[in-house]
């Protein structure tokens, strides 16, 4: 069984001749073209397809968990790709399972890059690449969020392709008609009420009901501190009662641990279908606060901070983000800390640098106004202040960023209230 594929040979995880006969009846189905990406527990090649349309695609392959409870969530989150279908998320066309402890997705080939690398590469983006780029993405997340009801969870460069050219040459400028931003990587999603997660590296959450109060409690995973197994103590937050969790570690999953038994009579636990999601940077305040309140020791989540985990608000936080990453050319983890309303309109205004940002890249110390105005209202403190992807404020915003006259006011930077501005004529 294999646990990490960082140094697997690509034959190895590759479907061999054999297995492709045995399952398509045609030995030559995926010809493999050349490995494309890489992570701890997946390996992805770029290969022509004969039985679709002997196209090029990316054919994905994942390790499983041998568990049978973490196997579900992944094939659960493997079924949801595949009933998305929008221009601005990468295609899943089809999935199977022919050799041990491996699944193999069939993807849309995206033949730009992402953009993380776009910024590594240039730095800041002109407005004119940054408006059509967060037209598309917004389109995409009210897609996500109103038609299919998910929210991705991990909103960020990485997982922007680009479907379209971008001239090698730093110094050629970049036409944005010949551009299609993508969302990938859905591994922390969720859905619906039908909370599922499947992230290898950031295990589900459990659940249980004390047995004093009858609150809903969510234990996170825990890593693995020595022992193959640990017990520890959780208090429940709303009465106080505390009681032994003892957890489980396995190296499949990089050594996290999930709660696996209770030492309070009368509680049963259960899959929450429910993962922590996000990353440093790009995270919402509310979620960075559930993250540091877990660090200090915190035992146990209640339903509130739960269902937290699984707002659309966290995609809007992590939007503006990227966006404000898009132009200023500066990475939100080098410069952002968890900042309150107020002074965010004036972070915005007045981006920081590093002493370690490269000199050479693009660096923008000011935006406009409206720029200004649509990343303080995404990165509102307080989740119910940020707009809906599909809000007219997002639209009017992006209109008067992509025009020529800056519309400087006052006014726009309230962020306390999210209210489409009136264009100027």
Known sequence: MFTNVTHAKGDNVFPSKEKQNEAFGMEDRFERMEEIGRGSFSVVFKVTDKKLDGQSYALKCVVLPQSE?????????????NELDHVGIVKMFES??????????????????????????????DTSVVVPMARQMADALHYLHSTVHIVHRDLKPENLMSAGRVPDNVKDPIEPTELQWKICDFGVAVRGKQHRGGDYSDAMLMKLNCSRCKELLFL???????ALREIEKV??????????????????????????????DGQTMDMAGISMGGTAGY??????????????GKGALSTEEAQCLCSTALDIFSYGRVLH????????????????VASAAAFVRRPSF????????????????????????????????????????????????????????????????????????
Not at 283 to 289: F, I, K, N, T, Y
Not at 330 to 339: D, F, G, M, R, V
């Open 354 to 425: 590093t002493r370690s940002s490269p000199k050479a890249l693009v660096r923008r110390r000011t935006l406009s106004a409206p720029a200004q105005a649509l990343i303080a209202a995404l990165t509102a403190h307080e989740p119910e202040k940020r707009p809906q992807a599909n809000s007219p404020a997002i639209r009017e915003w992006l209109d008067m960023m992509g025009s020529s006259v800056d519309y400087a006011s006052g006014a726009i930077l309230n962020v306390g209230t999210v209210i489409a501005p009136k264009s100027s004529k």
């Open 235 to 264: 208090k429940c937050p709303k009465c106080g009662h505390s009681f032994g969790v003892e957890f489980e570690f396995d190296k499949a999953l990089d050594n996290i641990g999930l709660a696996v038994d209770v030492s309070d």
């Open 220 to 226: 996170p995973p825990r890593k693995k501190r020595g």
């Open 283 to 296: 995270m919402a305040p509310e979620l960075v606060a559930i993250d540091t309140g877990l660090k200090k």
């Open 69 to 81: 409870a973490l196997r579900k969530p992944l094939l659960d989150e493997v079924q949801m790709m």
């Open 325 to 340: 990453y898009a132009l200023t050319g500066i990475h939100p983890n080098s410069t952002y800390k968890e900042e309150r």
């Open 96 to 125: 199977f399972q022919i050799m041990k402890d491996l699944l193999h997705v069939v993807l849309e080939l995206v033949p730009g890059s992402s953009l993380r690398k776009l910024l590594d590469a240039r730095g800041a983006l």
